[in-house]
């Protein structure tokens, strides 16, 4: 998936460069790192729809599908899929612009957050008021 479109208006959350810091063993990017930018990124989109506190419950269906390298630029995309009472699916997508190769651009990771409004005592709180 070379310099994949996306849909007109899709903006990304994040943008952002992996350092060195943010390696593993293998010297590639840390799955971890990966992990908690799709973590932001849902919460960005779910402060998107609606403003409160929220708490990551759940990532499901994450799939690493290719590396990640020192250099390269990660865009992540984060879009609402449903929303529930309290809770909201976040599909969650990173693409990878190679340092090396600014012309490849690929989705090197994918997958699903759900995220829950909490009030002040962290108990779960409606989305949409009521
Ligand atoms: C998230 C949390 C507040 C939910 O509390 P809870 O008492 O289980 O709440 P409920 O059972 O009423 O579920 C609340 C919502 O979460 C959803 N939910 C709960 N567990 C879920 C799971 N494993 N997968 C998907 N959705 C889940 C429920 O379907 C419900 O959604 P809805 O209101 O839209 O129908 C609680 O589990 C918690 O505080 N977890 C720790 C969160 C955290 O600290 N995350 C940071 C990483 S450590």
Do not use: W
């Not at 989109?45 to 590396?67: C, D, G």
């Not at 090396?100 to 909490?118: F, H, K």
């Amino acid at each position: 998936m070379t310099n994949q479109p996306r849909p007109p208006g899709h903006e990304p959350a994040i943008r952002i460069v992996m350092m060195p810091k943010d390696t593993n063993a293998e010297g590639t990017i840390f799955g971890g790192v990966i992990l908690s930018l799709m973590d932001q990124a849902a919460y960005i989109e779910a402060m998107r729809q609606a403003h409160h506190r929220y708490v990551t419950v759940s990532f499901k269906e994450t799939e690493f599908h290719k590396p990640v390298y020192v250099g390269d630029v990660l865009t992540v995309y984060a879009e609402t899929t449903r929303i529930g009472r309290t809770s909201l699916n976040i599909k969650v997508s990173v693409c990878a612009r190679r340092r090396l190769d600014p012309d490849e651009n690929v989705e090197v990771t994918e997958g699903e957050v759900i995220i829950v409004a909490v009030d002040d005592n962290g108990k779960p709180a409606a989305v949409l008021g009521g």
